[in-house]
């Protein structure tokens, strides 16, 4: 049984971060809406000039064009096995179009990463990005400094352009206006779990083992 599976919450939340680590750990792929526009803004491909302002301004991106584009990704072999969804779907009319790409397929998880706005803005104002090799830098604890340089590579940490605090609280008004409904929309499943992300990520990695086990008991991918 493919584990299809989305990571629903705010930005900040660390859903990213978890479904990288959960998408690697079972040889799925990890399917990033936010990682695919800023591909094609870094590549000045057509989708990507559309993209930037909107993005940087923290609104969200066109329906149309973003379901037409996980249609697409969904549709490659890899995906086959199962899939870690991560900023996707964002709005009602997203969630319906992939519960119609979904149907007749195994059951989708939906795993809700849960915190409150005043932890996110503080994770999401010293988020780091190495410019280098990509990683994210470890959120550093309150009151410590910003990291400067990448722990993995050396590389210069960067601060992507929606990390800016005005930014960030447009995102988390978007998130609460068109996103949040769909914790009502998926609600009522018997797949849909809520973790609490306002903990270590190792913590959260093991709730979200625990949610998965109780909620798509067979559902391993590849690596099973
Ligand atoms: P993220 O990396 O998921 O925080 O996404 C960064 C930005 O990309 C968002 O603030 C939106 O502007 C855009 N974006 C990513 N995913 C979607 C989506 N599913 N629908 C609309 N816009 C999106």
Redesign the pocket.
Known sequence: MALNLVMLGP?GAGK?TQAKRLAEARGIPHI????M??AAVAQGTELGRR?QA??A???????D??IGL?RERLAKPDAAAGFVL??????VP?AEALDAVLAGKDPLVVVEVAAEDEELVRRLTSRRVCSACGANADVPAPGEPVPERCARCGGTLTQ?A?DREEVIRE?LR?YARDTKPLVEYYGGRPTFRRVNGAQAPDAVAREIEAALASAAPQGGGGAA
Do not use: C
């Open positions: 930005p990213g990033s809406t936010g990682d526009l800023r993209a909107v993005m301004s923290g609104a969200l991106v066109g329906d064009i973003i996980v991560d900023g996707f779907p964002r709005t997203q992507r929606d995102r978007v």
